[in-house]
């Protein structure tokens, strides 16, 4: 038997207060979401920013290493950079592009000596990038990691300087790394320390490289730096089919001023 519309008129009426209930409840619940999503958004943009600001705001050199194979070279007369450092570039143009900063991208063999004293983003380690090369040499006493030259697998390794210990990347039986060290190192630039920082993102290959540019887009990591102006820390990665995933730290160390 069908309800009689004034039945129908009555239901209404008793449940309206139960749906109105419903519907604030629903709409409340929406705008803490969306408050809750904004807050935390806003914090990583702070962090992040924090992280970028001086060197952000006053336009930054990103400088890309360009490796030379010897007698291939002449097939890429500019150098060859490998896909993980291109990854790392674009990743970090994005970073600061969101925050409203802007970089220029400069090749690192193509840098003139005011280019050198000024706020550097180096890609790469020394292998790949000279000017990498050339600002660890600089630093040397001033920070603890580095890199040595891995001759069986034509790469690289990290070097802990302190303590002499070696943190090779592991490798498969094809020769193949299956997984990466990598650095981030923020200090002042020695060419320029009362005016300009460098921050270095480098692994012993390309897959480092990338992991660590990521890693500074990273609201824990940003949260974990935030009160270290200038650093160093140790990332490890693993690489699986020439990806890497799972980026870590497995140390960092703080820069005194001297």
Known sequence: M??????????????LPDISSNLIAAAIGGVL????????????????????????????????????????????????????????????EAQLRKLGFAGRIAESKQLSPRELSSDLVLIGGPVANAVTRTMLAKLSGVVSYGFAEDLDHGAAVVRDVST???????????????????????????????????????????????AAAEKLGDRKFLRMMKKREHFEVLLETTVVNGAHYNARVVETRRISPS
Do not use: K
């Open 2 to 15: 069908g309800l009689a519309v004034g039945g129908v008129g009555g239901w209404l009426v008793q449940a």
């Open 164 to 210: 002499g210990r070696v943190l090779a990347p592991q490798y498969e039986e094809s020769g193949y790394p299956v997984s990466d060290y990598a650095l981030i190192i923020r200090t002042p630039n020695p060419l320029a320390p009362d005016t300009s920082e460098i921050v270095i993102v480098a692994g012993c290959w390309e897959h480092g490289t990338a």
């Open 33 to 92: 979401v969306w408050v809750t999503t904004n807050a935390r958004r806003r914090l990583r943009l702070v962090r992040a920013r924090r992280f970028w600001r001086a060197l952000g705001g006053r336009h930054p050199l990103v400088v890309l290493g360009a490796h030379d194979f010897g007698q291939h070279r002449r097939w890429a007369r500019a150098g060859v950079v490998g896909m993980g450092d291109i990854g790392a570039l674009v990743e970090i």
